[in-house]
Each structure stands twice: as structure tokens, then as C-alpha cells.
């Protein structure tokens, strides 16, 4: 997590990487640490993708256009998400520029979470990782 990683091109940030005990760490103590938002469930996920089109073209959909760096990225930003591919951390950086990653609240067992996925292709996929490594995260702001 540092600038040369994650600031890829000098212009487009792509954010730090936390590992799953660190997004725990916030949703648990999001009143104090970031009032008025929270890490998103995969429900809300999924009502994002289902918002945009659903889960096989909201990739494309949520993703930013014209990522000079990105190899094959294939965003067209449609809804001004701008989803950058930032890579994963897991002792190297590993996926900048061709996919991205983004930790969901929901634990999946003692020892992985689910997540959320994009690459080249148009969907927005989901599975289960090891909650020590490094993903993005984006936050919800809650309802009024």
C-alpha cells in the first residue's frame, strides 16, 4: 500500500488494500470510524447489479472507461462508479490493471468472506476468499 502500487498512473488512484479483519474492524465500529456508512452486504451488491442491469453486465457497466493502463479492462462507466482495477494483495500485488476486488461485510467461515469480482469480462462475480488477504473496499451510505 504504497503510492508506486496503488497510484498506477500518477492521476487514477486506485485506493488502498485491506485484508477482511480490517473491514470487520470498520463495519463494527462504523459509527465512530466512518458515520453514515458502512461495507456493503452482498444483498446490496446484488441490488447494485440488479440496478444496472444485472450481475452479467454490471462489470462493464460499473467499471471506468478509458483506463489507459489497464489491460482489456472494458469499462464503460455508464453510472459514474468508476471501478478501477486495483489488484488483490496477498504477499505480492497481483491482477493490477486486469482485475479488482472488493471485500462484502458478510463472513463466510472462520477463515474466508465473500467478495466481489471484476476482470475483463462483463460480469460482476462473487465468491468466498481467505479473509488475510488484500482487496479493495467500497462503502454504502446507509439509509436515512
Known amino acids: 500500500n504504497d503510492e508506486d502500487t496503488y497510484g498506477i498512473?500518477?492521476?487514477?488512484?486506485?485506493?488502498?488494500?485491506?485484508?477482511?479483519?480490517?473491514?470487520?474492524?470498520?463495519?463494527?465500529?462504523?459509527?465512530?470510524?466512518?458515520?453514515?456508512?458502512?461495507?456493503?452486504?452482498?444483498?446490496?451488491?446484488?441490488?447494485?447489479?440488479?440496478?444496472?442491469?444485472?450481475?452479467?453486465?454490471?462489470?462493464?457497466?460499473?467499471?471506468?472507461?478509458?483506463?489507459?493502463?489497464?489491460?482489456?479492462?472494458?469499462?464503460?462507466?455508464?453510472?459514474?462508479?468508476?471501478i478501477l482495477p486495483a489488484g488483490r494483495y496477498n504477499g505480492v500485488f497481483n491482477n493490477v490493471g486486469s482485475n479488482a476486488y472488493f471485500w462484502t461485510s458478510v463472513e463466510y467461515s472462520s477463515g474466508s468472506a465473500y467478495f466481489r469480482s471484476l476482470n475483463a469480462g462483463t460480469s460482476l462475480g462473487s465468491d468466498v476468499y481467505s479473509r488475510v488477504f488484500g482487496f479493495s473496499v467500497r462503502l454504502v451510505k446507509d439509509s436515512a
Request: net charge negative.
Open 9 to 82: 498512473d500518477g492521476t487514477k488512484k486506485c485506493g488502498l488494500l485491506y485484508n477482511w479483519h480490517a473491514v470487520k474492524l470498520l463495519n463494527d465500529n462504523k459509527s465512530e470510524l466512518i458515520p453514515g456508512w458502512h461495507v456493503p452486504t452482498n444483498e446490496e451488491w446484488d441490488a447494485l447489479a440488479n440496478a444496472v442491469g444485472g450481475t452479467g453486465v454490471a462489470g462493464t457497466r460499473l467499471k471506468a472507461a478509458n483506463v489507459s493502463w489497464a489491460t482489456s479492462w472494458g469499462g464503460t462507466d455508464d453510472y459514474g462508479f468508476g
